[in-house]
Structures are given as structure tokens and as C-alpha cells.
């Protein structure tokens, strides 16, 4: 298995424009997290999903992220409209029975 | 390319044991280093971290960390384990605190006998 992938490595976008970050979790895995990390806040979790069903969006900044898992094989994290606040790094994660694997995460540039 | 290895799968250790966890790294300069702490149902929970200055490293819940450059480790350890610690440990290194150049090692399971 190729590991969790997630695109695009790096995003470089404007204000104001809509940005989607993408995550192919391992084959067989039921639950899966996105992740970001900023040097304010190190690495917080965004909200996770298990069997495709978000569990916990709590760590969600604000309406303009959402988040969706439309089968077991793809996750989208969407940020509409983005700001340069919201650059950073996003991490998206799959796990099986609590084993974690990360994804190399994708680089947001908004400016 | 950086790299992060965790030798060790799974531990079981009994509680009020010592514990130990190792983590080795490969980078081409001065890393940050993370441990993080992954609870079933939950998200990663950062235990410590190191960038400069002192090698001893303490974190929370009783934690530390001791960063020794010539074997390129970081190592957690905690003196006396409580059943609570159970869960997965993941150590980190990083070009800095945001995110540049972030790999996670592949993690260590806990087990903690009563």
C-alpha cells in the first residue's frame, strides 16, 4: 500500500478563493483526520470521521471549512472563501482499530 | 530526506513501571522534535517538544524527552506508567514549529498491564 495520500503537496492561492485538499486514506482503514499545524497553534485536530461518518467536527475554526468523506477511499477538506490566516500545513491521517498513519500533508499558501 | 523511526511496534509494560519509548531521526539540520500522544477515539495530544537549549525535555502528564544529537534520539520516557497511558506514541521531527518538512514515525503502541 502506497500510505495515506494526500494532494496537493503544496497550494498556493488567493483570498477569497475556494481551496480543496485532498486525502486517499490506506485501503481498509475506518477512520480518518485531518489536521492542521501553524506555528501559533502546533497541530490541532480539525475533525475526524469513522466508517465515513464525521464524529467530531468541534476542532473546526469556522463555516467557511467542511469537510466530507463520500466513501471509504476519499476525503475532501474544503475552504471557501479561504484567507491568509488559513495557511498552513493540513494533515490528513487514517487509522485502523487506533493505528495511526499520516499522510506527508498538503503546504496552504494564501495570500 | 528526513526520516523518523519508532523500533519498537508495541510494548507492554505493568503499571507503575518504568517506561521507555525510542524514536531515532535522520535530518540534515538541526531538527524540532515532537512526541505526541494518540488515545483511542481521539486526536494526537502533543506530550513535549524540543527546538534548543536544554537536552532534558519535560512535558506533561509526566513526561520527558532527552534529545542526544550524536545518536540522533529522542526518546520519551515517564518513571512511573498509569493504566490511563495506554495508547499510541508518535514522535515527530520537523524544520520548525508550523509544519515544514513534517514527518511522523510510524508510532508505538502502549499496553499497560494492572
Known amino acids: 500500500d502506497a500510505g495515506v495520500i494526500q494532494s496537493p503537496r503544496h497550494e498556493v492561492t488567493e483570498m477569497g478563493q475556494e481551496v480543496t485538499l485532498r486525502c486517499k486514506p490506506i485501503s481498509g482503514h475506518n477512520s480518518l483526520f485531518w489536521y492542521r499545524q501553524t506555528m501559533m497553534r502546533g497541530l490541532e485536530l480539525l475533525i475526524y470521521?469513522?466508517?465515513?461518518?464525521?464524529?467530531?467536527d468541534s476542532g473546526m475554526p469556522e463555516d467557511r471549512f467542511s469537510a466530507k468523506m463520500p466513501n471509504a477511499s476519499f476525503s475532501t477538506l474544503k475552504i471557501q472563501p479561504s484567507e491568509p490566516r488559513d495557511s498552513a500545513v493540513y494533515f490528513c491521517?487514517?487509522?485502523?482499530?487506533?493505528?495511526?498513519?499520516f499522510g506527508q500533508g498538503t503546504r496552504l499558501t494564501v495570500v | 530526506a528526513q526520516s523518523v523511526t519508532q523500533p519498537d511496534i508495541h510494548i507492554t509494560v505493568s503499571e507503575g513501571a518504568s517506561l521507555e519509548l525510542r524514536c531515532n531521526y535522520s535530518?540534515?539540520?538541526?531538527?524540532?522534535l515532537f512526541w505526541y500522544v494518540q488515545s483511542p477515539g481521539q486526536g494526537l495530544q502533543l506530550l513535549l517538544k524540543?527546538?534548543?537549549?536544554?537536552?532534558l525535555v519535560q512535558g506533561i502528564k509526566g513526561f520527558e524527552a532527552e534529545f542526544k544529537r550524536s545518536q540522533s534520539s529522542f526518546n520519551l520516557r515517564k518513571p512511573s506508567v498509569h493504566w490511563s497511558d495506554a495508547a499510541e506514541y508518535f514522535c515527530a521531527v520537523g524544520a520548525n514549529n508550523y509544519g515544514q518538512n513534517f514527518v511522523f514515525g510510524p508510532g508505538t503502541r502502549l499496553s499497560v498491564l494492572p
Open positions: 535530518y540534515g539540520a538541526t531538527p524540532y
Open positions: 470521521f469513522n466508517n465515513n461518518v464525521p464524529i467530531d
Open positions: 524540543y527546538f534548543s537549549g536544554d537536552t
Open positions: 491521517a487514517s487509522s485502523l482499530r487506533g493505528k495511526a498513519f
